[in-house]
């Protein structure tokens, strides 16, 4: 039997593309040897100080760091564990019931996976953004700044690790079709010196 491996995706709770590549690799578990292990990033930490983003963008982010701020004082008081649950109840409000971010939310999402809603607090404090930084470092650093969410750490064809950002996918494959786009991707980023496959986005996010 081949040996099941593990690969890390980096998630901001506020991205709907990283929402639905988040949605795939739960789909690839349940056809291939690997094990998805999630990790935050911060597209608020990415874009700080970035002057030239629309203000729609930056109205965006200010609400984006209240999801991050949790998820990571989550995952220092409890765990990497704790995070797969936290994003799927924080996300399905987000992405596919509509909820505007903020404490109602966060309350819900952290009574349902069981965890103490006082941690909605974290939303609008720095006590944790140290670890979010270094978090959010660990992710972007193989693959560079000018990428955002999805990131994804995975052992190669070879079993040598690859990093790339994506796949930006809609809606998230399933079953075989789920796997068959995880060996395709791998086979692409680990190809040496490969560093871009890319076409004109013409569908909004499908949340099906």
């Given amino acids: 039997m081949t040996e099941r491996v593990t690969a890390d995706m980096w998630f901001d709770p506020a991205c709907p593309w990283a929402w639905i590549t988040s ?13 998805i ?3 935050v990033m911060s597209l608020a930490v990415l874009n700080d100080g970035r ?13 984006a760091w209240g999801p991050v701020r949790i998820c990571i004082a989550a995952e220092q008081l409890h765990g990497n564990d704790v ?5 799927t ?7 596919l019931q509509k909820q505007e971010r903020g404490p109602e939310l966060y309350v819900a999402a952290l009574t349902e996976v069981g965890l103490d809603p006082g941690l909605a607090a974290a939303a609008d404090s720095t006590d944790y953004d140290e670890a979010l930084r270094a978090s959010h470092e660990a992710g972007m650093r193989p693959v560079g700044q000018d990428v955002g969410t999805p990131v994804v750490h995975a052992p190669g064809p070879d079993g040598a690790p690859v990093a790339f950002f994506g796949p930006v996918i809609t809606p998230a494959p399933k079953g075989e ?9 791998l086979l ?3 190809t040496p010196g490969f560093y871009e496959l890319k076409r004109t986005r013409e569908q909004d996010p499908i949340f099906d």
């Fill in 89 to 95: 109840a924080l996300g399905t409000r987000i992405h």
């Fill in 188 to 190: 692409v980023a680990g």
């Fill in 177 to 185: 079709a789920a796997g068959r786009l995880w060996d395709g991707v």
């Fill in 83 to 87: 995070l797969r649950p936290l994003y």
């Fill in 51 to 63: 002057d030239e983003l629309s203000d729609d963008y930056k109205e965006f982010l200010k609400t």
């Fill in 23 to 35: 949605r795939w690799l739960l789909e690839v578990e349940q056809v291939r040897d690997v094990d």
């Fill in 37 to 39: 292990r999630f990790h």
